[in-house]
């Protein structure tokens, strides 16, 4: 009988790892680059591949990424990192603390409006089918059919984009969100229980 490997974003010093932004965007470029040498992953991020060894060396430590086969190109031999496993979800249950979890989301967050900055100062369009900067924020009294609806959609939203590889004619897109239960006062949630709306769900999605 196999056995299930235990899940390693449900281990707290690999939570506590993937907190830090760079991390993050590492774990997101292999997710959706595949294997990669450091110097592929500079280039992937626009960062010095000298800063990235650091970020890499502590995602292994933790088991979130591994070493792969060394690529050989002439005379010249590259170490070649990936992800341990895909996809990789976050444990929001177990002995991971809720800080560090906040810590994780604060990270992703951190990196999607340095990514909304930079596409309102490039020229992305803002409307239409080929949209390409998109923020802002939504909320709503849903039913439990309508949360697994919303959560089908950000699975499919996540599935396309970490199977996205680099390639021609492909630009690369990063999308951030939290979904939780939104504060209400007693007369809201009062009104939202008789008309047989669900309040203060939850959503156990995936974060990089």
Same mark, same amino acid.
């Given at each position: ?19 830090? &932004?760079?991390?993050?965007?590492? @774990? ?6 595949? &294997? ?28 979130? @990424? ?5 690529? !050989? ?31 994780? @989301? ?7 409006? !340095? ?13 239409? &089918? ?6 802002? !924020? ?42 939780? &239960? ?11 229980? !008789? ?14």
């Amino acid at each position: 009988m196999a056995r299930l490997r235990p899940n390693p974003l449900g281990v707290p010093a690999a939570v506590r790892a993937i907190a830090s &932004p760079v991390r993050q965007e590492v @774990v997101d470029a292999l997710l959706a680059a595949g &294997p990669r040498t450091i110097a592929e992953l500079g280039t992937l991020l626009g960062r010095p591949a000298d800063g990235l060894y650091f970020h890499v060396r502590a995602l292994m430590k933790v088991g979130l @990424v591994v070493e792969k086969e060394p690529r !050989r190109e002439g005379r010249h031999v590259s170490a070649v990192y990936d992800v341990v496993e895909r996809p990789l979800r976050l444990s929001y249950d177990g002995p991971v603390r809720r800080k560090d979890i906040e810590r994780v @989301v604060r990270g992703a967050v951190r990196l999607s409006l !340095r990514d909304f900055r930079h596409g309102l100062a490039g020229d992305a369009a803002t409307d239409g &089918p080929r949209r390409a900067l998109w923020g802002g !924020r939504a909320k709503g009294w849903i039913s439990e059919e309508e949360l697994q609806e919303i959560n089908a959609l950000l699975t499919r939203v996540h599935e396309v984009l970490h199977a996205g590889r680099p390639r021609e004619g492909a630009r690369c897109m990063s999308l951030g969100f939290v979904l939780a &239960p939104a504060k209400t006062n007693a007369r809201a949630r009062g009104a939202g229980a !008789r008309k047989g709306k669900t309040v203060g769900v939850t959503s156990n999605q995936e974060t990089k």
